[in-house]
């Protein structure tokens, strides 16, 4: 018996990095689970679960578009059924300061980081209040405490949908709804989004970029995409039945300092 039989997700950004390990811890405690990315790798990354025995199904979705969120909920409804957990993973980075932000680059960076989990959350509350039983599980940064120069698009729009998670919390508990949403905030962790697509820890860029981090860090290591995907699959069951509203460091202590 798995802690999410009979449940159903979407995960978004799920063809690689914190989304793919996310939508396999959920698979392994018994969800099933539509997979969502721009990127196609995201079919591969589904059909990979599903050889494993897990149910999943994969979808082409950019969560800046309301077109491809009421496309992905549908099809998660007609495929799976209706929807207890919303993973708002998708998301990107770009490094920038005050001084070399432009303001399209922080527009684009909000519409993904910011909206886009909006637009989701949006669109799945009509079926995940069918189900009596909701969790939306956003993923922030902890950047929101870490205050480094050069995240000027990404904080702030990290920061603000913790706020909105929150707000989310609030107006459902205090609706009646049986859905609770939560943030987590990770650490510097072992993605393309820090190594690229390749991930290539060799490169020069990689070493230069993760060695002081490291360093850093009170555990002296990144986090592991499945120490998210754990979170993640917590966050989506009743273990944390009572949890709305908050937010979870998962950073190895670095946010601490
Ligand atoms: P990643 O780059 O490896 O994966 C992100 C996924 O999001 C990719 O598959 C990408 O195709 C998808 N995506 C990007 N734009 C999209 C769009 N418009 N619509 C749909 N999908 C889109 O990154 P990751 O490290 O796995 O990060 C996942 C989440 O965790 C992000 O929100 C990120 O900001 C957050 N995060 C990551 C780290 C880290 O160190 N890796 C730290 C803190 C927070």
Redesign the pocket.
């Known amino acids: 018996m798995g802690k999410l039989d009979g449940r159903v997700a979407i995960v978004?950004?799920?063809?690689?990095?914190?989304?793919a390990a996310s939508a396999e811890a959920l698979c392994a405690e018994g969800c099933a689970v539509m997979l969502?990315?721009?990127?196609d790798?995201?079919t591969e990354t589904a059909q990979a679960l599903a050889t494993k025995g897990y149910r999943t199904a994969a979808c082409h979705?950019?969560?800046?578009s309301d077109a491809d969120w009421d496309r992905v909920v549908s099809e998660t409804i007609r495929q799976l059924g209706d929807i207890n957990v919303l993973v708002n993973?998708?998301?990107?980075?770009l490094a920038a300061s005050i001084d070399d932000i432009t303001i399209d680059d922080a527009r684009r960076v909000m519409e993904?980081?910011y909206f886009?989990p909006m637009r989701g959350m949006k669109a799945v509350l009509p079926s995940m209040r069918r189900t009596g039983n909701g969790s939306i599980i956003n993923?922030?940064?902890?950047?929101t405490r870490m205050i480094i120069g050069i995240t000027a698009p990404?904080a702030p729009a990290?920061a603000a949908l913790a706020l909105l998670t929150k707000n989310v919390a609030v107006h459902c508990a205090q609706a009646g709804d049986a859905i609770r949403c939560n943030s987590i905030?990770?650490?510097?962790?072992e993605?393309?989004?820090?190594f690229g697509p390749d991930m290539d820890r060799n490169a020069d860029a990689a070493i230069n970029l993760i060695k002081p981090m490291v360093a850093a860090i009170p555990m002296k290591r990144m986090?592991l995409?499945a120490e998210i995907g754990s979170v993640v699959a917590f966050l989506a069951s009743d273990d944390s039945s009572y949890m709305t509203g908050a937010e979870l460091f998962v950073d190895g202590g670095l946010s601490l300092l």
């Open positions: 978004t950004g799920a063809a690689r990095g914190l989304g969502a990315d721009v990127l790798q995201v979705h950019d969560v800046t993973n998708a998301g990107i980075t993904i980081n886009g993923l922030s940064s902890n950047s990404y990290k905030h990770p650490g510097p962790n993605t393309p989004m820090l986090g995409p």
